[in-house]
Structure formats: structure tokens, C-alpha cells
């Protein structure tokens, strides 16, 4: 049986983690797994929860959670048609063979070096959502044939290394080939599917030694983490979309491109035992 003051302790964490990526998602746009993987980490690690796999349970619980947020994006944009589904359908599969390597090659990983490799990414994503512009062209029309076949496995495999949904990487590639903003943040909803739901059916088959996973970890996913932050999301984010209504998200978001550099910065320089 888990250690019930444990389960509290670790309850409690979560519902704030939980409330605070609930309200930057609907402030921001910005999916919950750029900001719930380090999270996750840091709070398992103060539980007195380590190894050399608890950042596959980090990953693997956040993309549990893209699951459900996912989802219920890809219906409520779905309903503004607001969704590419000619982008959706063309490169689903790519990414989702992306995603299926992305997983094996995490479970193979130390956590350490998973933290590296999510440092220098979100490195890059924090400076994109800082210096970015929307005027920035690669081509006129999402791209096909070869460079589709390569860029797409690609997303879904650097999206499970840094268990985050499709908004990071799929936003800006979108972006970058003119698709109008609110498009391509629909249409990235999409991607959060067909990323998260092969990975963590992957997940959930990895062993993980009992002595360094939280209480009800099945897999690699963490059952209490999944359930709370979820309910948490659910609940702020009309929060954060009142919020971003009321405020000027631009310089909000330059704050958020910060706060993800530092916290990347600051995962590199774990792994890197500094």
C-alpha cells in the first residue's frame, strides 16, 4: 500500500502544477508538456523519487495528459472548423512513426541525458516563442512529397523526447509555411493526438524498477499526476482564456519565452551534473 501522508504530499504538489498549467495553456495557447515535464521531475524529486528512469515517467505522464487536452481541443476547434484535416491526415502517420521511435529510443535513455536533450530543445522553443515573427516564411504551402516524409517523424520523435504535445514544434513549422495562426494551432491539436497515443500505449509496456517509481505508476505513467492535473486543467484554463481576453498576451508571452529558457537552461545544467 502507498504511504498515505506520501500521497498527500504528492496531491498537493500536483494540484498546483496542475492549476498553473491549466492557466498558461488558456493564457497562452502553449501546450501543458513543455511546463508539466520539468515539473513533474522536480517535484518526484523532492517526493525522494530518482533513478535513472524517472524522466520516462515525466514524459510519459505528460503526454497521458496531451491525450485527454488534445482531444477535447481537436472537437472544440473542430466545431469553429478551424482544423486542417488535408494537413492532419497527410501528416499523421509520419509523425506517429516518429513518435513510436521517439519512445523506443527514451526507454532506452538515462534520465540524465533525457534531461540534456529536453534542456536543449526547450532552449530552442523558448527562443523561438521570444524572438519568433509571423511575417518568417520557409515556403509558400505546407510542404509534400520527401521533405514531409522527413520533417514529420521528425516532429514526433523530438516531441516524445521532450513529452510535449504538437503546439511547440507543429505551431511554428505551420506557421512557417503559411498557415494562418489560429489554423495551425487547431490543426497542432491534432498532432497532440497522434503523438501522445502511440507513445504512451509504448510507455505504459516499460518496466520500471519499483523502489524509484511514485505510488499507482503503471508503465511509466503515473496515475495520480495524469488524473489531477487533468481535473486541475479542466478547471483553470477558462481562467487563463478570461485572462488572456482581459491582458495583452504579447509581452506575457516574451515572459513565458523566459521563464521555458531559464527552466531548460537549468535541466541542461542538471544533466550535465554542474
Known amino acids: 500500500m502507498p504511504d498515505t501522508m506520501l500521497l498527500i504530499e504528492m496531491l498537493v504538489m500536483l494540484l498546483v502544477i496542475g492549476a498553473f498549467a491549466g492557466v498558461l495553456a488558456g493564457l497562452l495557447g502553449v501546450g501543458g508538456g513543455i511546463v508539466l515535464v520539468p515539473a513533474f521531475f522536480y517535484a518526484f524529486q523532492t517526493l525522494g523519487y530518482g533513478g535513472p528512469q524517472l524522466m520516462q515517467i515525466c514524459l510519459a505522464t505528460s503526454l497521458a495528459t496531451i491525450i485527454v487536452t488534445s482531444v477535447r481541443s481537436v472537437l472544440s476547434h473542430n466545431k469553429?472548423?478551424?482544423v486542417e484535416w488535408s494537413i492532419l491526415r497527410t501528416w499523421a502517420p509520419g509523425i506517429a512513426v516518429g513518435a513510436v521511435i521517439g519512445v523506443l529510443v527514451a526507454a532506452s535513455l538515462r534520465s540524465s541525458t533525457l534531461q540534456g536533450v529536453f534542456g536543449v530543445l526547450?532552449?530552442?522553443v523558448g527562443l523561438y516563442l521570444g524572438f519568433g515573427r509571423a511575417h518568417w516564411r520557409l515556403g509558400p504551402q505546407m510542404p509534400t512529397g520527401i521533405t514531409r516524409a522527413v520533417m514529420s517523424?521528425?516532429?514526433?520523435?523530438?516531441?516524445v523526447l521532450m513529452g510535449i504535445g504538437g503546439g511547440s514544434f507543429g505551431v511554428p513549422i505551420m506557421s512557417l509555411y503559411g498557415v494562418p495562426i489560429?489554423?495551425?494551432v487547431a490543426t497542432a491539436a491534432g498532432f497532440g493526438v497522434t503523438i501522445a497515443l502511440p507513445s504512451v500505449i509504448g510507455f505504459l509496456f516499460l518496466e520500471i524498477a519499483p523502489e524509484n517509481r511514485p505510488p499507482l505508476?503503471?508503465?511509466?505513467?503515473?496515475l495520480v499526476a495524469f488524473v489531477t492535473v487533468i481535473a486541475m486543467t479542466l478547471i483553470t484554463a477558462p481562467l487563463g482564456v478570461r485572462l488572456a481576453h482581459a491582458t495583452d498576451p504579447k509581452p506575457l508571452k516574451r515572459i513565458f519565452a523566459v521563464f521555458i529558457t531559464?527552466?531548460?537552461l537549468n535541466m541542461l545544467r542538471k544533466s550535465l551534473g554542474w
Open 122 to 124: 526547450g532552449i530552442i
Open 153 to 159: 517523424p521528425v516532429l514526433g520523435f523530438l516531441s
Open 217 to 222: 505508476t503503471f508503465g511509466a505513467v503515473n
Open 262 to 264: 531559464l527552466v531548460a
Open 182 to 184: 489560429h489554423r495551425a
Open 80 to 82: 469553429k472548423g478551424a
